[in-house]
């Protein structure tokens, strides 16, 4: 059998899929899951189910993206809804010759819902390039936890910063006006992030934003005093409330742990009672 190539593999059809879903809370069953639709690169676990909550497993039956793959994911959570999307296990963007893989995401969220986006890491091998959008769409009283992993190369190939771009773009909105936007593209060969770089020479990147109706107070402070061996945290308020949380870790044990205390610290301040099944859910992070 002769040897795969990039040259080979760039030359397969590109996939497009992803899903949609749509969580409603009913007084007799807590939240179901609705409305579903997925298609490959993505694939729908069955959903757990504890007290009011319903836990979706979102998974890669591909093993990553290739260039000109396209992955969407689209979510409504109805009002009084409370709702968790987890992916246990990482996706890889795969090394490309040319082109880039593209994720959208967008997650609607009504009165009184919680949302909590909880994925693995996102691993950007040697030469791949991904273009990412996220949209955010919040009632007022609604409470989300959204987080985002993102490991710079395979530990086991010892790569570091050896892909070729990424490409994100955030924007968060509560009833409508704008509360955070982010668009940035980190091009190694350019030099980019060099503090990262400099820093964690290999480590991994969290980003969590957190919104809820509760004040936060000096909670803000309360993020910053956090201390994690080899990781470090930021916090910064958002101009209507919530706050966006950054953390950079030396490895993969690292950031699991800076994880794990700054999502105590929000759900603590959020009064909400997150279920056991969730964390037994998300065995990355087990």
């Known amino acids: 059998m002769p040897p795969v190539t990039i040259d080979a593999i760039s030359g397969r059809p590109a996939v497009s899929g992803g899903a949609r879903l749509r969580y409603v809370a009913s007084a007799e069953w807590g939240t179901r899951l609705m409305e579903q639709w997925v298609r490959p690169p993505l694939h729908l676990a069955k959903a757990y189910h504890e007290s009011d909550w319903a836990i979706s497993l979102l998974t890669s039956p591909t093993a990553g993206l290739l260039d000109g793959d396209l992955l969407e994911v689209e979510a409504t959570i109805e009002a009084g809804a409370k709702a968790a999307l987890i992916s246990p296990a990482a996706c890889r963007v795969h090394t490309m010759a040319s082109g880039h893989a593209t994720v959208r995401q967008h997650y609607t969220v009504g009165a009184g819902a ?3 986006v909880w994925p693995a890491p996102l691993i950007l091998q040697k030469d791949a390039s991904i273009q990412q959008t996220t949209q955010l769409d919040v009632a007022a009283d609604a409470t989300v936890l959204l987080c985002e992993v993102v490991t710079p190369g395979r530990a086991a190939f010892g790569e570091a910063f050896e892909f070729t771009e990424w490409r994100s773009k955030l924007r968060i909105y509560r009833d409508g006006d704008l509360l955070a936007y982010e668009n940035f593209s980190c ?23 957190f919104l809820c109706p509760k004040p936060l107070g000096d909670f803000v402070q309360t993020v910053h005093d956090l201390v994690v061996a080899d990781a470090a945290i930021g916090a910064s308020p958002l101009r209507a409330g919530g706050l966006g949380v950054k953390i950079l870790a030396t490895d993969g044990i690292s950031l699991r742990k800076a994880i794990f205390s700054v999502r105590n610290l929000l759900i603590t301040h959020s009064k909400i009672k997150f279920p056991q099944a969730l964390q037994r859910a998300q065995t990355f992070f087990n």
């Open 114 to 116: 919680v949302l909590d």
């Open 187 to 209: 091009i190694p060969s350019k030099g980019d992030v060099a503090d990262w770089r400099l820093s964690f020479p290999s480590g991994s990147y969290a980003s969590l934003y």
